[in-house]
């Protein structure tokens, strides 16, 4: 099973709201991560965790806030956000121990902030 | 910097048709890279696996090739089909000194259409 699962698929919210992305593999996978896709461009990185640790924040705003409570959940929590962070958002995952690895991806969650 | 680059943008091919994608990277401390494909709205399928140390991988009609010295891989499809027809990702996996995970960056993409 190479499924990484992300809800909700799709969401809604303020700009005063706040509002949580879930992700959740089984793979034993140790690595995860949170990229962000606008429209007709390649996913970029936001965050990497490493064994539960966060070890790679590409200097995203502080209105993203993400957490690994365990090996198989990721979450993204968003807290008054602007129109301009309107996007796909999409999870992955890696088996941990360094960087010769196959990454998985899920089918995102597409969020639209009004 | 470490960049991906993928040309060409966009490809239109008639079915039936052999067809290469090219992608190019800047950095050769890579782990390894790894082709995509992203349908319309949807998320990432893992098409092929290249680690650093190997040439190429092949898996049914596709075959990806890694040139580590100049920077190079390219994808090839045989016998093109419409169901081909997506956006096809290159994402290298750079060595990082922050992460043992590396970071893997992404191309722009190639859209590929395959005309009936």
């Known amino acids: 099973d190479t499924e990484v699962t992300q809800t909700p698929k799709h969401l809604v919210m303020g700009m005063t709201n706040k509002k949580s992305l879930k992700c959740e593999q089984h793979?034993?996978?140790?690595?995860m991560y949170w990229y962000k896709q606008k429209a007709k461009k390649p996913p970029e990185l936001m965050f990497v965790?490493?064994?539960?640790?966060?070890?790679i924040n590409e200097s995203v705003p502080s209105r993203f806030s993400p957490e690994c409570p365990n090996s198989s959940l990721l979450n993204l929590h968003l807290h008054a956000l602007q129109p301009e962070d309107s996007a796909l958002y999409l999870c992955?995952?890696?088996?941990?121990?360094?960087?010769?690895?196959?990454?998985?991806f899920g089918q995102g969650t597409r969020l639209t902030v009004v | 910097k470490q960049e991906v680059t993928q040309i060409p943008a966009a490809l239109s091919v008639p079915e039936g048709e052999n067809l290469v994608l090219n992608c190019s990277f800047t950095?050769?401390?890579?782990?390894?890279l790894q082709w995509f494909r992203q349908d319309p709205g949807k998320g990432l399928t893992s098409l092929l696996l290249?680690?650093?140390?190997?040439r190429e991988q092949t898996s049914g009609r596709l075959n990806a090739s890694l040139d580590k010295s100049s920077g190079r891989s390219t994808l090839y499809i045989a016998a093109s089909q419409p169901g081909d027809s997506a956006t096809y990702l290159c994402?290298?996996?750079?060595?990082?000194?922050?992460?043992?995970?590396?970071?893997?960056?992404f191309g722009q993409g190639t859209t590929l259409q395959v005309k009936p």
């Open positions: 992955a995952s890696s088996s941990g121990g360094g960087g010769y690895t196959e990454a998985f």
């Open positions: 793979m034993g996978h140790r690595a």
């Open positions: 965790y490493s064994y539960e640790k966060l070890s």
């Open positions: 950095d050769s401390a890579i782990y390894n």
């Open positions: 290249i680690q650093s140390s190997q």
């Open positions: 994402a290298v996996r750079y060595a990082d000194f922050s992460s043992n995970t590396g970071k893997l960056i």
